[in-house]
């Protein structure tokens, strides 16, 4: 992502102004009949480099609807669960709307509807384990929340968590994110970073690669990658790991392994399941495609449906226990909001109601197949990895390690997804160099997937472009 601090107008399609916030305000121009003043509003743009972010109007099942008329795929949205507009959770937003303000400090039925629920349909098998559920915003402040908590719990500061991890920039969520370019602070355009102080010391665990192209020939196995862990551990309060962030998808006996150690070690297990949860990963966790089962869940995202910010924090019945004669103070007004509550229970009906999960376990072999299909086509890339839909698409390139984001430069997964569009899809890269990623609602249907994997294939011609002359430069040297 880039950060956008300019004042912005978009004319037509074609043009687009930036102008410096120290420009006076209220500036206008007039372009033909049509006057178009300056945003006052900072924000983010989902791919690095400096072209002006998409302006989006509208949006109906898949796809958006754009300012200048285009209709695109949606193919890069984590958040959108079920899409855009669907009716039933647009009736669920009207009806909550018609509801007391009531704050986390209260009790409301709503609430207490949307625990039940969650722990009953999400967690239906997993009762034996799994205590209660807290409430809040974001999947970074649910993160927040929980690494503070392992804190409290274990008097322990230090935390774990495994390689090009992200877990969000809110609170010990931001020390806990390790891609280099994700700081929470400052990527100065000409170079360099101001970065704010870590909250917490961090312990970083090797990951394994589990791609299904470009995966080394020797991959170790999990308690290869996992051997030398109790000293690392040793002193955490929490390893928490994500199943997707960077790019790094695991198999079960990885979990297992990371589970048994952290265990060993004293320190509490957090899935981080703001991505995968709620249906991404063609289950309703990532976590349960192992034996393993953690000490609290993290989620987020789509876990509202697409029409409400809401995420939350589940709690083992041995970690609920521990929290018997104590008081969790950690507060949150808007946590739990009426809206929120209303939007997690229609998500809930309509997943099974529609039965969306086993439409995500079909699309997965359609994604792997085309996927394969295409990385043999262009050796641009590197390697594939994904599960469910969500899926990471690696270009060769300069080491992830080393990309910072300060530069107005366009990295060349942005030059993949800005070729995408003329493709009718938009694919985004989590501001990354030579890495795009594919989390397209879990409504999408057969004929639109290969849509939106053929408007990848014509995007990765741009990369194609970028390594054969890469190749050619190495060739003169």
């Known amino acids: ?163 090009r991890a992200y877990h969000g920039l809110v609170g010990l969520s931001r020390s806990m994110t390790v891609q280099p370019h994700w700081h929470g602070g400052l990527a100065v355009h000409a170079g360099g970073s101001h970065r704010p102080a870590a909250m ?71 899935a981080d399941e703001v991505v995968t949860g709620a249906g991404r ?45 104590k008081s969790w103070q950690n507060y949150g007004t808007l946590r739990g909001h009426p809206i929120s509550m209303a939007a997690i229970s229609a998500y809930l009906r309509v997943v099974t109601d529609e039965d969306i999960l086993s439409r995500v376990r079909q699309l997965e072999g359609v994604f792997a197949r085309r996927l394969l299909e295409i990385a043999r086509r262009h050796p641009s890339v590197k390697r594939v990895a994904g599960q469910g839909l969500h899926w990471t698409i690696e270009l060769h390139g300069p080491d992830w390690r080393l990309w910072n984001a300060d530069t107005d430069e366009e990295p060349v997964a942005s030059r993949v997804a800005l070729r995408a569009l003329e493709a009718g899809a938009v694919i985004g890269t989590s501001g990354e160099q030579t890495s795009l990623f594919l989390a397209p609602p879990l409504i999408i249907s057969e004929d639109e997937s290969h849509q939106l994997l053929g408007a990848l294939d014509h995007g990765l011609h741009a990369a194609d472009e970028e390594h054969e002359r890469t190749l050619r430069r190495a060739a003169v040297q």
């Not at 000490?295 to 521990?322: N, P, R, Y």
């Open 1 to 163: 992502m880039r950060f956008w601090l300019w004042e912005r107008c978009r004319v037509n399609s074609n043009v687009v102004c930036m102008i410096s916030t120290r420009t006076v305000l209220g500036l206008v121009r007039r372009t033909g009949e049509r006057k178009i003043s300056m945003s006052k509003l900072l924000r983010t743009g989902l791919n690095a480099g400096d072209s002006a972010p998409l302006t989006v109007v509208g949006g109906e099942g898949v796809y958006f609807h754009l300012e200048d008329g285009r209709r695109l795929i949606d193919g890069s949205n984590t958040g959108g669960g079920l899409g855009h507009r669907h009716p039933a959770m647009v009736e669920a937003i009207r009806r909550a709307a018609d509801t007391p303000v009531v704050n986390e400090g209260w009790t409301w039925i709503g609430r207490e509807k949307a625990a039940d629920e969650l722990i009953s349909t999400a967690f239906k098998g997993e009762e034996d384990w799994v205590g209660a559920v807290r409430f809040c915003i974001s999947g970074s402040e649910a993160n927040d929340m929980a690494l503070s908590l392992s804190q409290a719990l274990t008097q322990r500061t230090a935390l774990a968590t495994r390689e």
């Open 281 to 325: 990963a063609g289950r309703w966790f990532a976590f349960q495609g192992a034996e393993s089962r953690p000490d609290i869940v993290t989620l987020g995202k789509s876990l509202g449906g697409g029409a409400a910010a809401v995420a939350a924090v589940v709690v083992s019945k041995a970690i609920v226990e521990q929290l018997k004669g």
């Open 200 to 270: 917490a010391p961090v312990r970083i665990l090797p990951a394994p690669d589990g791609a299904i192209y470009g995966a080394p020939q020797n991959n170790p196995s999990a308690k290869q990658y996992l051997a030398d862990v109790a000293g690392t551990l040793s002193d955490t309060a929490a390893t928490i790991i994500d199943y997707t962030q960077g790019g790094i998808y695991y198999d079960g006996e990885y979990q297992d392994e990371l589970a048994l150690r952290a265990r060993e070690a004293g320190s509490i297990w957090i």
